[in-house]
């Protein structure tokens, strides 16, 4: 009998991806208000005039301290998920979210930028964690058929955090020289929120009954029964002890997972989202749009991007036939096209009246769509690994996804620019495609299939031979020296 959403599994998604999730879309388009003016008048009175060349450094490096601590931060995943749990990490996470927003906030008084640039690489460790151990933790604690729509809340609550850090960088609101620090400083709000609230509801029930042994307090839990007495049968394998992301790059029954998730994590961190979510004002500005509009198609834009996001978690909880590998398909399928024609209207703007109104389709495009792809590397990630390599897979996970993000907050405005100017978008396109394609080939649609029947679909493709007895399961390869112990701890 298919397992139901409860009251506790519902409230604990939304406190974590409201604690957690949203600040990582607050973040990414906060950075888009009149700090400029502020590094300017810092740097001038200090050191004299301040050429544009360091200004558009100094504010990359503003914009990708952010993606680098979370590149930092996934590199802390493994270790304090197998430590605190899922929920613990979560709520210790929470540091790194209101230090700096102290920190922000105060900024302006104490008349330093250094501070601003300290506090985003602090808020990017608190974004790199999140990322991963939030949909970690609802994975975990979702039953299967409900994981796909589950899994995409992060994402909601990402774009919502977007979407509000839009609205409040609005000129008439906060978006002025009295209310940036404000709005920087705002990002402790959830935070709190989290801290107050998440210690209420129940641990990951896999992880307090594999990695803790505890089995009453795995029962509370929201799948607790129901995983009891499905973990029941490999009790004898309890002990199985922990995967480093070292041993994880060993096996060979897991070479094409982990493929998978850095060509997915990859795909969708360079096909050009981040770019337009960081550089929106100056795509519109460039586009043709008047100053004084630019900040409500942002935030319209933004809007877009939480309606279908909302879309993709109903579009999962009542037509889940349509599987995770069609999304991905669809969603990079249709940033490709955009990436392309949005590059070919960006060419011919100055010639062609008309030519602004097709860059901001497409980019409205872009974002209506990207909503099928953003989510679903994380919910994959999630079904493609068991409680022994999960982990240290989220970890590679998060690594590689800060790293692209990382990549195009440091590079894209140089090659906007000075660089290839209205070809930036080709890259992504190009990007999109290869993605696209990786996916047709080599990734198998995981809908509802429990984490055994995922090991069976890359077998083949891993030289592995998956053998069933009993109950267990044991994987043997047909090549390679790892040990068959070594082979069953991957897949517990």
């Known amino acids: 009998m298919a397992a139901r959403v409860t009251l506790t599994l519902a409230a604990a998604s939304l406190i974590a991806g409201f604690g957690s999730s949203f600040q990582y879309g607050y973040n990414v388009a906060v950075i888009n208000s009149p700090m400029k003016l502020f590094y300017t008048r810092i740097y001038e009175d200090r050191y004299g005039p301040m050429s544009d060349n360091l200004l558009t450094l100094l504010w990359s490096v503003t914009v990708s301290m952010f993606p680098l601590g979370g590149f930092f931060g996934s590199l802390m995943v493994a270790p304090l998920v197998n430590k605190f749990g899922r929920k613990g990490t979560l709520l210790f996470n929470n540091i790194f979210s209101i230090v700096p927003a102290i920190m922000m906030g105060v900024s302006e008084v104490a008349g330093s930028f250094e501070i601003i640039i300290a506090a985003r690489f602090l808020v990017g460790i608190c974004a790199g964690l999140s990322s991963n151990v939030v949909s970690m933790y609802l994975g975990e604690i979702a039953p299967k058929n409900y994981r796909g729509a589950i899994g995409i809340v992060p994402q909601l609550f990402i774009t919502i955090g977007i979407l509000v850090a839009q609205v409040f960088g609005v000129r008439n609101i906060l978006g002025n020289m009295e209310g940036w620090p404000i709005m920087l400083g705002l990002t402790g709000i959830p935070a709190a929120i989290e801290l107050l609230l998440l210690p209420f509801f129940p641990e990951s029930p896999r992880y307090m009954l594999i990695q803790k042994g505890d089995e009453k307090t795995a029962r509370k839990g929201t799948e607790g029964v129901i995983l009891v007495f499905h973990v029941r049968a490999h009790k004898e394998n309890q002990a199985e002890g922990r995967l ?91 940033c490709c096209g955009a990436c392309v024609l949005l590059t070919i209207a960006l060419y011919f703007q100055t010639s062609l009246d008309w030519m602004p109104y097709v860059s901001i389709v497409c980019v409205i495009i872009y974002l209506f769509l990207h909503p099928s792809a953003g989510p679903i590397p994380n919910v994959i990630t999630t079904e493609m ?108």
């Not at 267990?472 to 790892?482: A, F, V």
Request: charged share 15%; net charge neutral; hydrophobic share 45%.
């Open 385 to 492: 690994f068991r409680q022994s390599s999960r982990p240290p897979a989220f970890m590679v996970a998060g690594s590689v996804h800060w790293l692209s993000n990382f990549t195009v907050g440091l590079v894209f405005p140089f090659l906007e620019v000075r660089g290839l100017g209205a070809y930036s978008f080709i890259i992504f396109a190009c990007i999109c495609l290869a993605t696209l394609i990786y996916i047709w080939v080599v990734i198998p649609e995981t809908k509802n299939k429990t984490f055994l029947e995922t090991s069976k679909l890359f077998a083949h493709r891993n030289k592995v031979d998956i053998v069933v007895e009993a109950g267990d399961s044991e994987i043997k390869e047909t090549g390679g020296e790892s040990s068959e112990q070594e082979i069953k701890n991957t897949f517990l």
């Open 244 to 334: 480093s992301v070292l041993n994880l790059f060993t096996f060979r029954s897991l070479r094409w997972q982990l493929l998978s998730v850095i060509f997915m994590n990859m795909g969708q961190q360079l096909s050009g989202v981040n770019a337009i979510y960081y550089y929106a004002d100056s795509i519109y500005s460039s586009a043709g749009v008047a100053d004084d509009h630019v900040q409500y198609v942002t935030v319209g834009t933004g809007a877009v991007n939480v309606f279908m996001t909302i879309a993709a978690v109903s579009h999962l909880l009542f037509l889940e036939k349509s599987g995770r590998k069609l999304l991905l398909l669809i969603g990079f399928g249709v």
